[in-house]
């Protein structure tokens, strides 16, 4: 259930966008970069997480913008230091303690991310950083770390309003701040009392959902909510398709240094198929969430490196225009399933377009500009535009294919 | 996709009602101007500001009724004055600051209002009012600014009960009161938290759902809810017969000083065709919505001109009795879409119906007066009316023309 | 659209109930009388009340139970005493004082009952008792009131918990005991934030939904929650069988002294016909409700006087057990409307059964036992019943009239 | 509407949990044991405690691992003691004192249950703990009680986000723990607020719905909501199946010492067939709800022992892994109803996985592996499966037949 996805290139100025986010100057485009816990889940160790940082670099993924590598949960020793209160890590795990981790990270010339939960416990049932955000976020800063991911469970009922939830991130995001050190502040609260509305001031990124699921649409009752801007009980298991579903109404409130987080990428776990990874891989890219990798780095196919390398594709996140494609329609079709029209705003004159055909039949479809174009008006409805085909390469081996000129409408077909 | 309205004047006595609204003596009708918003969005000067004040006074609407020249986001320098906190004017985009522009609006006889944001930045990232409120209004008052339009974004949390929102407005309402200078204050939250309920006390008006979208009834899922009244995500793109939608059960909260706000309206803009902009200028009205111009008033069309100028419709808005119309019914077309029937009640024996066809197809409907008059009972269900067209004129050139007496029902063919 | 209803006396006992509700003794079985809102509206006065006083003496409506004569909104002078903040009437249309117009009613034989709200104005707009709880409650002590009806409009946003409700009803359920007279607290904050969850500890009875209106089933916009126990915006104009369906799942949650209150009755206003009233009157005793008449008591027909003197089902509503019925099922019929079997407990081994017809044609439905007696169980469902209908009088011309003998099931049909 | 029931051996092995929960040690596995409240209700004494108490151990109950006698409500006397504040027992009702008959429980080897209320009064209006959480839990602790099952009528209004019900339920679990004695803490605030987030780190398990009914699926109006995730009431009346529907979503927020409580069993009580009975049990243990008996211990059928004592069953429930199953899909059925499969993890390589049906008819259905080993994955999904029913009997008399290995997927057959 592949889409198909054409780039359309013409003339049209976007307006400049301004950075009124968190007050650490990062993430100005979604961070990108590589995160233990879909593959690893709560068995970490300094090893796999180095492993990884040098596969991130053999692969030469540093170049594409991939800078970041994210250790999740269970890092935690059992107990805090008992006479300062100070976070520890599990000393077997990582003989060279946190610190040490962190310089070798950084001697690969990435960024090392860090976990922790405003709770009382982790997710994975380590210590919280509820009521101990001060000395937490300073000694992530003595560390050296980069980046906080910053968990939900165990949050004592703190939620229920956004004022409650806001009040129990700031209290990190503060923390962070206070510490001197730019720590990009990942905040993941499933979304819960609309992050979106409250977070981007406090935040440089906020998952809108609960975790996805390596499964291209497969219902799961585990995800339950049917909608993210009401939902009480965001769950886990959520299909890739969903958390589109769930993206559409609040990408807008996304600006630079704020992000909506659709989550970890499932590309290259198994669950779906190459299409299927070339759609979720372009959809987060167009939808500006933050591009983490999820996949064993060190025993990758050259499938999934051909994907996460299209640079085309990956310009689309990291355009400067930070605006997130919007869906223009969405149509059931009488096969099951649905069809989606999706256009996003470029600089330099340039959109996006992309269908996608969750039905499990092929779909052919009249794209007509009156829908494409419907938010830049009459005048680029009625333009002829030049269609470049993202997921093909041109004559000199670069994503991006010329496929012709169209005005008005164009034809497509979209595998299943 | 037009409707036909018909007026009908009989006998029938309505009651008097008191004002008991914001303490400030203002909008005892709903309030009549021009916003830079629709049209220009954040580009806007000194220059756009006063040359729309000019076309105002040119164009003869003040005799009309209009008399707001409403200042939207981004007349703001990068940041306060860093001695006083003081918001402070753009000074290349303003050179005479606020109070030379106020100045020049005065001269010209008319109104003139300013807008921030109850945030930490207003929606286009300027520096918003929250915890600035004191000093805000008094500059405000000090520059001699006659409305506030006081918006919702970057709120930091701040909202999920209206005891939350009420108290954040309420701070910039009663700062508003403290100066003494009467500012009518126009609440624009988006109907977060219900400000129908919440709000009657501390504002002039409140905005009931997202922003309006220059469409009549195009679905967009940047406009999420399906109702207002228990919306968590408001969004924006909101088409303009959804709107009506949005208002029908929350209508009767308004009361003398103290509207429902349906937005700036889109008249003029383009994106609807004359008989769809005829529909939005009468239901704003008879909805009794603040009336706020939204086109580019020194480029405006005579079609355009002939809509905002019916001194009938105006009257409907304007009408001593303070009562929106109510909607009857609402019925699914098999064609699609839907018909309503409204009516609202007006002072000296008169009252208003109007019919609404949403649906591709020109449409028959026998209106039954048992309909119409439900709220009245059964002497005026059984009365002869006479109707009076408000979108014709009659023999004398002005508008409202008689078209017969009808007892029981009448029957209406409404365009599409 | 009447129901037919029928009495099924048998072999059973009941528990008893003890009260634990508002500590003041009042409402041990639901409070029964006359308000002036329904008919009357904001146009009341000294001669309103005291007539209709000495029309519910005449009419020998006391015999029945009929006890309470209650003055609603715009009793109040313009402002309170500008002395002593204390409320004051208004001197034109009550020049013996509200103590003067509570001396006739006593006289009488009657109690007194007077309207405020909870709020900065009454939803008439007059001075409201929001932050004057205290002298209100002691100053209505001192006019010898008996009932408080207390409102909800204006209320500053002190909604939107369970907590912010509770606590802004409790200030003047304290209020009120503090004054040491028993006044019945009558709670009508329109069911927001559950009040059958946070109210039988401080009041003797709570409003469950918008204002009724005198219609047996129209659907109306300004009433547009489809259930109570989530409805954000309660509105006004609910048909009477739409409040029954409101009131389906939270009628357990009454008790001795703590009663759902389905609104003031509009049997005899002439917006139904017999039949329709005689359901809504039954339902209202069935359901436990209040039993508040709402008519001109000075001018009725013997049909309304024929159905508010049904001594058999008034015996419903005030009987001990005090336990509301149940709806055991209903059922969409294909002609429109549903059918619904109601099931009631009462002591002296008797239970009440009633069917609702909502469709637009008479039905005929097989009822059976084991759905009536579901929630007593086989022996009850295998029993013989004596059946007895109350709204057909036996040969000494008494309500109830024995209808014979039924086991397992019984055939009933239901007009229009 | 019975459910076939199959268990699968074979080779995997599942991680570990650790407990984060109530600091207590209690409940590593769902509590299990016997309440007097589905059979006796309100009518109480020591007599039938000890009663009941003494037949748990005559039926060899004991040996399957009940161990937990719970007293429900009504055993209070009619006020707290006017000196201390201390609460008492009834002293006719239970002559020896809630110590005395706690003696005698704990001189059979069992441990003892009391009931209170986080509210002003209890559900049957006896005097509540609201405001006495120190004084009660001491008392508690003075009386050697092992258990407190603690409810949620007359509550004040404190409920309506996490943040009141958690502060509410932790003053109660605090004050528990301050005495020292572990005493299991089994929250029952019928899912408000989801105390599946908020409890686990102060409760040992926690109600997530309305009361159960001796019912298998008759819908009751009484037990309104369609979801627990977003019910504001919970009430009562709730059919067994839909508690199973109401749990799908939660279940993974149970870990060791942190239970969700599907209620009390109504397992012989008569309101449901064998079969019927069967599947109750079955989903209790599969979904790892306590398992509390609410039947009349004293007279018991053999049907009734012969399902309480499947220890395989049993063994779903105590399974060290504290996995709840999940619910892998669920389907309409054309003859109403619906056809669900659930499949859960166990300890020593081992999975279970049940159908359940309810439909009113037979049903055939075809098991896919990969639906049954979604979570597992491809390895998992192409295994051969050794089934064992657990409903059978082996040739030792042992609970779990061998019925044979199966590859890729299963044809059963459903009764009704």
Redesign the interface.
């Known amino acids: 259930m592949p889409p198909i996805l054409h780039y359309a290139t013409l003339l049209s100025a976007l ?1 400049l ?2 950075v ?1 986010a968190m007050d650490n100057g990062l993430a100005i485009t979604p961070q990108m970069g590589w995160n233990t816990w879909n593959h690893f889940g ?1 068995g970490i160790s300094q090893d796999i997480v180095v492993d990884a940082a040098k596969a991130l670099v053999a692969n030469n993924l540093t170049q594409f913008g991939y800078e970041y590598v994210l250790m999740d949960d269970c890092w935690h020793a059992d107990s805090r230091d008992p006479d300062t209160g100070a976070p520890r890590a599990d000393p077997t795990k990582f003989p060279d303690g946190i610190k040490g981790v962190a310089d070798q990270i950084h001697a690969l010339g990435l960024k090392f991310g860090i976990y922790s939960d405003a709770g ?2 982790t997710c994975g ?1 380590k210590f919280g950083s509820l009521g101990f955000e001060e000395i937490d976020a300073k000694t992530y800063a003595e560390w050296e770390i980069d980046y906080l991911k910053y968990d939900n469970c ?14 129990r991130y ?1 209290n990190m995001s503060n923390a962070l701040n206070a510490t001197g050190r730019p720590i990009l502040f990942s905040l993941c609260n499933w979304g819960e ?2 992050p ?3 977070a ?2 406090i935040a440089n990124s906020w998952r809108i959902s609960g975790d996805i699921m390596d499964s291209f649409d ?1 219902f799961d ?2 995800c ?2 049917t ?1 993210v ?2 939902c ?2 965001a ?2 298991h959520c299909a890739m398709t969903r958390i589109i579903d769930f993206a ?3 990408l ?1 409130k996304a ?1 630079k240094g704020a992000w909506n987080d659709l989550d970890i990428m499932e590309v290259g776990q ?1 669950g779906m198929n190459f299409d299927e990874y070339v759609t979720h891989f372009t959809f987060w890219s167009m939808l500006k969430s933050p591009l983490i990798l999820g996949m064993d780095l060190t025993n990758m196919s050259n499938e999934t490196l051909s994907i996460i390398t299209n640079d085309a594709v990956i310009a689309l996140n990291q355009d400067d225009a930070g605006s997130p494609a ?2 223009m329609w ?1 149509r059931d079709v009488s096969d099951g399933g649905n069809l989606q029209l999706w256009q996003g705003s470029l600089v330099n004159n340039t959109f996006v377009i992309a269908l996608l055909n969750t039905s499990p039949k092929e779909q052919t479809v009249e794209v007509d500009f009156y829908d494409a174009f ?1 938010d830049q ?2 005048a680029y409805q009625q333009m002829s535009w030049q269609l470049s085909d993202l997921w093909q390469k041109d004559s000199q081996g670069k994503w991006g294919k010329n496929i012709g000129t169209f005005q008005g409408s164009m034809k497509v077909t979209i595998g299943t």
Chains 1, 2, 3, 4 share one sequence.
């Not at 165990?154 to 009040?167: C, Q, V, Y």
């Open positions: 307006g966008s301004v009124h709560c009382m416990y049932g165990f949050n004592e009922g703190r939620s229920g309003t956004p004022k409650i939830s806001f009040d700031a009392d609309g979106w509305n409250f981007p001031t497969r009752e585990r339950p909510c909608s801007i009401d009480t009980y769950g886990f559409a109404p609040v807008q600006r198994g919007n869906r969405k419907f008006g009459k």
